[in-house]
């Protein structure tokens, strides 16, 4: 066997951090090519003889999906501040911000679901609403991934893990990546419809 | 805190058979994994060789059919499928699975169970894809069911090679040496890296697409998102270059790596060479992740009535990649000019980059409009090439890497020759439907051959559709013929092999720096780097002192 040099073993690099900015960058692309295949029909459906594209009696709620963009506000600068705290040792504040985050990512599980119920889209109605609930099914399932990664993270850190600031940041970095991804389908499939 | 596993890859598998099969399926040693993905990946390799042998025999003769008309869309599906997603790609990321951590000089992989996870998901869908279709399910199939089945089992798999190339990356961007930056790196490292970054950010868009057409399915009155015209106008790019080009970047890795290696020289200019891998994968990285709405229109084809403005795109997705291929081994290559003695890696790298390279200038070929080869079976002859260039690579880096799984070499000239063989199946496989293409013999991903349809109405075309399509069939035989082959004579060189040194190839990075095989926590001790070249170095020292 060689002798080569030997060193201490290295610090571990940020790696839930990396391995959550890989998965966040995957979910991006995720929606990314749904929502260029949204685009596309959308186009086609324009530029046909009947010129329809939402199916006709469907009103697509402004409102609550204006309500659902706003509430990433919010869950973006509670990560922060969980961020913040973990950073400063701050148990309590970093376990309120962590639980604030999810309560408001339950709650916009609970606002897309009302986005639903309120559209009374039927899937059978064509492209439009397949791609609709696809586009906006996948994003409530990477909300509730997202809730998931909250709440581990807070019991971790109730359970005295305090050292694992780097999930903390990670949990920052996927609401972050998850914000800018709904923000991109709310300007396709909210405002420009 | 580490999410490095370093006590998992030390299950103790003696004993019992039962306990080493527990073993094997609860090991988060990136080895094993590794070996798990090898495997798999080359029986699914010797199923999908062996349906294309059919496939091309069936084609001899548009008038006469031996296989069951109905089921020929499911039996192509099943071919690209399992040529690519069940036997290239897990090659593929089988070989780097195993090798990268011990060239980072890591003790395991990052996430390892993730990878192993990824493994899992990515066998249990592969064999309920293979199922779907079985039970008559798959593209063009007729039981609903099924059809569903194998559309969420194609996206499962796709997300188990998801989360293990995540696991990959975040091991190469993480764990590497003390010393060791990302430009002393070796070039196949190097490549996996800029492979799986592709693939990550490509297979998620294949995957959405899955789900589209999944609930689509369920809606027949969705003509247009459901049926073989999504599957093929949606999902296609998938199976297709340049898409499919993007797992073929380690083949140019391995090819910088084992040049090196018998040549005993370093990659110079080693930047540029870095960079030219990294140009294949970057510009194809647009097209992959673009590839449902941009390939169809301006990225699609080249003409003389295309505007400049069409021109500039096609260069961008074909020259580029071209360039970074043709460059990389034309700085390579030169290095051969000092005659190294011919051996299975050697040999098996130079022809699967130069098989590569091929596969790049057929697909910027195929995309001219001009040459009228769009629908025709040169697209598979390039798919063929690409699965060829993977195909070579793999038995070529399993016979230089194996001696770190099992101790043991593989008998040189045997490995020389299935190596060969394997080539010139491949070759013999793809050239045909190329050359069959510029006739216009019909081809497609999945071609319209609807039941009830007399004849294999597709397939049929003027030229001498015999003679190709016998040629293509001979050369599917020979890949499966050399495959087995090869199989038997790792299992054999596993357990009667010659006992490898820790270093039998005279290697330079640091997987040659650990025991054959390399333990569970893969070194004693960390080694510090100074170079993309550490035992280069250390020879050379050695070399001096004793002099």
């Given at each position: 066997?060689?002798a080569?040099p ?6 571990p690099?940020?790696q ?22 949204y ?10 003889a ?5 199916p006709k009696g ?8 204006n309500?659902?963009l ?9 990560s922060?501040?969980?961020?913040y705290?973990a ?29 639903w ?9 064509g492209?439009y609403?397949?791609l ?5 099914g ?41 914000s ?14 | ?5 370093t006590?998992?890859a030390s299950t ?7 306990a ?8 988060t ?9 090898i ?12 349906i ?5 025999f069936e ?14 869309t499911q039996?192509?599906?099943?071919y ?14 089988g ?14 992989i990052?996430f390892?169970?993730?990878a ?6 990515w066998?249990?869908?592969a064999?309920?894809?293979v199922?779907?279709?079985a039970a ?32 990959l ?11 060791m930056?990302m430009?002393?790196?070796?070039a ?6 800029v ?7 490509a297979?998620p868009?294949?995957v ?17 998102l ?22 073929t970047?380690?083949?140019?890795g391995f ?13 110079r200019?080693?930047?540029t060479v ?26 699609r084809?080249?003409s003389s009535?295309?505007?400049?403005a ?15 291929a ?17 051996s ?23 995309h001219?409009g ?14 063929l ?9 793999a ?11 099992t ?16 080539f ?24 319209s ?5 007399d004849g294999?109405v ?29 199989v ?8 009667k092999g010659a ?5 039998p ?12 095989p ?5 070194f ?13 170095d ?10």
């Amino acid at each position: 066997m060689h002798a080569l040099p030997t060193a201490p073993a290295p610090e571990p690099r940020r790696q839930i951090l990396v391995g959550t900015a890989l998965a966040s960058a995957g979910a991006a692309t995720l929606v990314g090519g749904m929502l260029a295949l949204y685009v596309k029909f959308r186009h086609e459906a324009l530029a046909s003889a009947d010129g329809r594209w939402i199916p006709k009696g469907i009103t697509v709620p402004l409102v609550p999906a204006n309500v659902l963009l706003i509430a990433l506000l919010p869950v973006c600068l509670f990560s922060q501040w969980a961020v913040y705290s973990a950073k400063r040792n701050d148990k309590p504040h970093a376990s309120l911000a962590l639980g604030l985050v999810a309560l408001l990512g339950v709650a916009f599980i609970n606002a897309q679901a009302f986005i639903w119920a309120t559209m009374k889209l039927p899937v059978l109605e064509g492209t439009y609403s397949v791609l609709f609930y696809c586009l906006t099914g996948v994003m409530t399932a990477l909300a509730i991934l997202g809730v998931v990664f909250s709440v581990t993270t807070a019991f971790r850190y109730l359970g005295g893990r305090t050292a694992d600031r780097e999930v903390v940041a990670a949990h920052a970095l996927y609401w972050y990546a998850f914000s800018f991804v709904f923000a991109m389908l709310w300007f396709v499939v909210y405002v420009t419809k | 805190m580490t999410a490095i596993d370093t006590t998992a890859a030390s299950t103790d598998t003696s004993g019992s058979a039962l306990a080493s099969v527990a073993g094997w399926i609860t090991s988060t040693d990136h080895k094993r994994i590794g070996r798990l993905y090898i495997g798999t990946a080359l029986l699914a390799l010797l199923a999908s060789a062996v349906i294309a042998a059919l496939l091309a025999f069936e084609r001899i003769d548009s008038a006469t059919t031996f296989l069951n008309i109905g089921s020929l869309t499911q039996l192509f599906a099943l071919y690209r499928w399992g040529l690519l997603y069940l036997a290239a790609l897990p090659l593929v990321v089988g070989v780097a699975v195993a090798v990268v951590p011990l060239q980072l000089g890591a003790r395991s992989i990052a996430f390892p169970r993730l990878a192993a996870g990824g493994f899992w998901t990515w066998l249990f869908g592969a064999v309920a894809s293979v199922v779907a279709i079985a039970a008559n399910g798959g593209p063009n199939g007729g039981n609903a069911r099924f059809v569903d089945l194998f559309t969420l089992a194609a996206a499962l798999s796709l997300l188990g090679l998801f989360g293990t190339l995540i696991s990959l990356v975040t091991s190469i961007l993480t764990t590497r040496a003390p010393g060791m930056n990302m430009r002393r790196l070796s070039a196949f490292t190097w490549s996996v890296l800029v492979m799986s970054i592709c693939a990550v950010l490509a297979l998620p868009v294949l995957v959405g697409l899955l789900l589209i057409v999944y609930v689509a399915h369920k809606y027949p009155s969705v003509s247009e998102l459901s049926g073989n015209r999504a599957l093929e106008e949606w999902v296609g790019f998938g199976f297709t270059h340049p898409t499919t080009i993007l797992f073929t970047i380690p083949v140019f890795g391995f090819f910088a790596d084992i040049v090196a290696t018998v040549t005993k020289r370093r990659t110079r200019p080693r930047g540029t060479v870095l960079a030219t891998i990294g140009l294949v994968g970057v510009s194809l990285v647009a097209v992959g992740v673009q590839s449902p709405v941009v390939i169809r229109s301006a990225f699609r084809s080249l003409s003389s009535n295309n505007k400049i403005a069409d021109v500039v795109p096609y260069l961008f997705v074909h020259a580029l990649p071209l360039l970074g291929a043709f460059l990389t081994i034309a700085l390579v290559l030169p290095a051969l000019a000092s005659k190294p003695k011919p051996s299975a890696p050697f040999v098996g790298g130079v022809l699967a980059a130069l098989v590569a390279l091929d596969a790049i200038i057929a697909s910027a070929l195929q995309h001219i409009g001009d040459a009228a080869l769009s629908g025709t079976v040169f697209e598979e002859g390039t798919f063929l090439l690409v699965i060829g260039a993977i195909v070579v690579f793999a038995l070529a880096a399993i016979t230089y890497w194996a001696p770190k799984f099992t101790g043991r070499s593989v008998p040189a000239l045997p490995a020389l020759g299935l190596t060969v063989l394997a080539f010139l199946g491949t070759q013999l496989a793809a050239l045909p439907m190329l050359i069959a293409g510029f006739a216009d013999q019909p081809g497609g991903v999945f071609p319209s051959v609807e039941p009830g349809v007399d004849g294999v109405v597709k397939f049929s075309y003027s030229g001498p559709e015999g003679l190709w399509n016998t040629l293509s069939g001979v050369g599917h035989v020979l890949v499966v013929v050399s495959v087995l082959a090869f199989v038997a004579l790792l299992v054999r060189s596993a357990s009667k092999g010659a006992t490898a040194g820790d270093d039998p190839w005279d290697g330079q990075t640091l997987e040659w720096a650990t025991t054959s095989p390399a333990p569970a926590d893969n070194f004693a001790a960390i080694h510090a780097v100074t170079s993309a070249e550490p035992l280069l170095d250390l020879k050379s020292a050695n070399t001096r002192s004793d002099a």
